[in-house]
């Protein structure tokens, strides 16, 4: 294992974060303590985790509407995207955007979006602007395996492959557009052999493995740094919650996702593997646990001591003004 143990610290953090920032929103949500739609990512902690590992602060990535994990790993400040979350003022977005519209460009981190695979073009600006620029970056859309069935997905695959753009796609395939399972929207077993129709390599990943993810994640980070343009990477994964908080998850079996909890977890296997390395002992990850939990705590108490936008916030950060 060649990751330092303060890396996987991080690491674990990071993921632990993700889970905990879920299911401490799933709670608030149906407390009726927060407002608007929420679409949860515990279960995928290890792609955003193990793909922003490979990046620095100068790349960028592109989110979906299940985004909060990737803002989390792209380290955006807790505290700003809770207060969002509750559509405070003093959030990422002014609380203007909400959970579907988290950004912040400052970490790189170009914007969720409710548009299914409207990130996937976005990214294509940012690698075609690194290129330009010759800045080095490098562009990672993430997206759902519903998403590559849009025409945005393909028509961005393949002019990143013509201008051998530095990009990565990651399609995080759980299993389920909404409520229609993968089998029955796409004819074939492996969503990265739609990169053949591309030129480009394609790549399965097992979604619930840190390091996997991260391997494969290097060497497509490290082939779009050197120029040689975008990877397919299918990362297999699972969402423990429903599409949306309230979904009562009436197509699929609850057994289905305890196997997948019993036998894949990410933060499980994650543990099992760095404890056995010897690099890092249970004890700290507990104490790991411990600062996440403060963390989030205080991240619900300043979002809900913020306060809300003003009536006059209405008429700032928009392009058109209206006059009557
Ligand atoms: C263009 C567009 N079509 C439909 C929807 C409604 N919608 C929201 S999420 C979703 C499913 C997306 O599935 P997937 O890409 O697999 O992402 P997941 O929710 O599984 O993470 C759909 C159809 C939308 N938001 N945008
Ligand atoms: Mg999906």
New binding site residues.
């Given amino acids: 294992m060649e990751l330092s143990r303060e890396r996987l610290l991080d690491t674990y953090r990071t993921m632990r974060t993700i889970r905990s920032f879920e299911q401490t929103l799933n709670e608030l949500s149906q407390a009726g303590r927060v407002p608007g739609f929420l679409?949860l990512?515990a279960g995928?902690e290890a792609v955003a985790a193990g793909v922003c590992a490979t990046l620095g602060a100068d790349d960028y990535v592109t989110s979906?509407?299940?985004g909060h994990g990737h803002s989390i790993a792209k380290g955006v400040d807790l505290n700003a995207m809770m207060a969002e979350i509750f559509g405070k003022r003093s959030g990422v977005c002014k609380g203007k955007g909400g959970s579907m519209h988290i950004a912040d460009l400052g970490k790189g981190m170009l914007g969720a979006n409710?548009?299914?695979?409207?990130g996937i073009p976005l990214a294509i600006g940012a690698a075609l602007s690194a290129k330009v620029r010759k800045t080095g970056s490098v562009a990672v859309a993430f997206?759902?395996?519903?998403?590559?069935n849009?025409g945005a997905f393909h028509e961005s695959v393949n002019i990143a492959s013509i201008l051998k753009l530095p990009v990565v796609f990651v399609i995080?395939?759980?299993?389920?557009?909404?409520a229609?399972p993968?089998a029955y929207h796409v004819n074939i077993p492996d969503l990265a052999a739609r990169a053949v129709s591309y030129g480009i390599p394609g790549v399965v990943v097992e979604g619930m493995d840190f390091f996997d993810v991260f391997d494969k994640a290097r060497a497509a980070v490290e082939r779009a740094r050197r120029g040689e343009g975008p990877t397919l990477m299918e990362c297999k994964t699972y969402?423990y919650f429903g599409?949306y908080v309230g979904d009562p998850l009436t197509y699929r079996t609850k057994e289905e996702g305890e196997k997948v909890r019993a036998t894949r977890d990410p933060l499980d296997a994650f543990e099992k593997r760095v404890v056995s390395s010897g690099k890092v002992t249970t004890s700290e990850l507990r104490a790991a646990d411990d600062q996440v939990a403060r963390a989030i705590a205080e991240a619900v108490k300043f979002a809900e001591a913020s306060p809300a936008p003003e009536l006059a916030d209405l008429l700032t950060d928009v392009y058109v003004q209206y006059s009557a």
């Fill in positions: 679409h990512y995928e979906t509407h299940r409710g548009i299914v695979g409207g997206f759902g395996d519903g998403a590559t849009q995080e395939n759980n299993g389920y557009g909404e229609t993968v969402r599409h």
